[in-house]
Nanobody, 115 residues
Framework: VQLQAFGGGLVQAGGSLRLSCAASGITVSISTMNWYRQTPGKQRELVATMTRGGNTIYADSVLGRFTISRDNVKNTVYLQMNKLKPEDTAVYYC??????????WGQGTLVTVSS
């Protein structure tokens, strides 16, 4: 399993970014996929989940601003981030967890939101 995350960058507060996570070795349309983020000195935080059934779950801090989606043809998961805030600054990781509990992580992509 390989997950390649990209799309991070520097954006002003109020702006938007779209992160992508290209997957290989799994089929995202039948997998539960997650986006996490982490800032220095803090635990990795679950931001958004798309279940294999297509249901979405969001952290309270991003609800209404972030949208997780997937493209089954491209086998890619996205995180559309709107109305970004400085506190959204973090390294963002895509994640796939097998039913057995084994985790797979992308390499992380840095999002920096300036005030």
């Amino acid at each position: 399993v390989q997950l390649q995350a990209f799309g991070g960058g520097l954006v002003q507060a109020g702006g938007s970014l779209r992160l992508s996570c290209a997957a290989s070795g799994i089929t995202v349309s039948i997998s539960t996929m997650n986006w996490y983020r982490q800032t220095p000195g803090k635990q990795r935080e679950l931001v958004a989940t798309m279940t294999r059934g297509g249901n979405t779950i969001y952290a309270d801090s991003v609800l209404g601003r972030f949208t997780i989606s997937r493209d089954n043809v491209k086998n890619t998961v996205y995180l559309q981030m709107n109305k970004l805030k400085p506190e959204d600054t973090a390294v963002y990781y895509c994640n796939y967890q097998r039913v057995s509990g084994q985790d797979y992580w992308g390499q992380g992509t840095l999002v920096t939101v300036s005030s």
